[in-house]
DNA sequence: CACTATGACGCGAACCATTCGCATCTGCAA
DNA sequence: TTGCAGATGCGAATGGTTCGCGTCATAGTG
């Protein structure tokens, strides 16, 4: 019936961490763990109330920010000023950067890998060490490219 | 006394391009021309005011997103939701892409030729068309960076 | 198991960067 | 010189996020 969730092992890691546990966090927890998207804060709150949790936006920021610190959650910067949060359970998908378009809005995944070799320049050379993941590249998709 | 500036040479291009040349335009424009920094607009708007031009904020942000529409500049997202803008001419600086540390907000520039092979493969492989100097990459500086 | 204090919550107001509506003004082609 | 599409100035509105503050609950203590 319980095959061991995603939202188990991070509660489980919250308390761990010495964190309290409240009714929001493990809302919001519920929730990212429930979908594979990426949600703004605004849609996890959305979809908290809609499973009957009462979860106000600003609290919803306040637990997303303290799960980011925490590593529990990550989240990623959108051209346009918003942001997607997710869950980084070690079960999650493969870490991924995230490229926008600028004309559609459509996120694509972008394997981080493909990263490592710009990372690894920009480390060796300027000293910086990138977060491939915590900020969308952007461009044209596909369908918005020019031909 | 008065080498060919990068000034003249983008208020050249906006009538050509048949478009309308006013103060505020030629203000945005002579701004950018003066510094090597990437302005905020509202820092695009304090310096044309220092010069003696009146120039509202909504119209410097009218400005520089027609100038951006034209090539003439070029704007880069910062995580935290401002946008930095500097001019596009052929004189300026090399292209480069933007890493922003996301602990003291310096912004480093990184050489575009180091994110062509991941343009290259994220083009072929994923049909997606990269603008790696649009948004800026994130991370932590070199000071910032846990030893 | 009750008690308390530390820290989280809920709420609305505040904030910041950016955009919009609208009346007025102006660059520039005829 | 004139006409008008299009740009400006202004303030108000928007979207995303954070803050202040009084209230409430988690989790360690006795």
Redesign the pocket.
Known sequence: MHPPTARDEALAA??GM????????AA?IEVLAGTAEHL???EVAASARGRG??????????????LSSLGLVR?T??P?????YHLSTSAGPRAHAHAACTSCGKVVDVPEEWLDDLVRRVRSEQGFELAPHHAALTGRCADCRPA
Do not use: W
């Not at 010495?18 to 966090?25: I, K, L, W």
């Not at 346009?80 to 997607?84: K, N, P």
């Open positions: 919250l308390r010495g964190e309290r546990v409240t009714a929001p966090r919001v703004s804060a605004e949790h009462d979860l106000h936006l600003a609290t919803a920021y306040r637990a997303l920010k303290t989240h910067h959108l346009g000023g918003s942001t997607t």
